[in-house]
């Protein structure tokens, strides 16, 4: 074992000397390693009702851990379960933001009811995953 990595111990143990029981972390342990990230950008028209949808391809054969975002309007939206139109989202701007992880992919999508903003948007998607180092 290598002489570095992270260690948290728990209050009143010494994090230099304490077992592997009295660790609230140690980076020795299985733990889950960021695989990939990226981001993508999804331009909505006006009017129509309408769906964006990203597809990142993982092909795990496991649904992996997934932290995706939605950001509109310089604001940061957690879409790893979905939101529903937010009161500072303009009128007539009421989107759908959802994400589902399979085996094979982590899949964001926007869906709109009536599109009938006087604008067209842009929503900017990001996505994080992690695997389970017991599995590789």
Known sequence: MADYGLKISINGSDVKTAANKDLVFTSSANT????NQGSQT?????GVATA???C??????????AQTFTSIFSKRYNTTNFIRT???FPAG???????????????LRIDFDIFT??????FNVYWYYAVDTGQN
């Open 32 to 35: 889950l390693k960021l695989q």
């Open 42 to 46: 999804l331009n909505v028209g006006l």
């Open 52 to 54: 964006s949808v990203v």
């Open 56 to 65: 990142v391809t993982h092909n795990l054969g496991y649904r992996p851990w």
């Open 86 to 88: 937010q009161p500072d």
């Open 93 to 107: 701007l009421t989107p759908f933001l959802w994400t589902d992880i399979t085996t094979t992919q982590i899949i």
């Open 117 to 122: 903003s006087p604008a067209a948007y842009a």
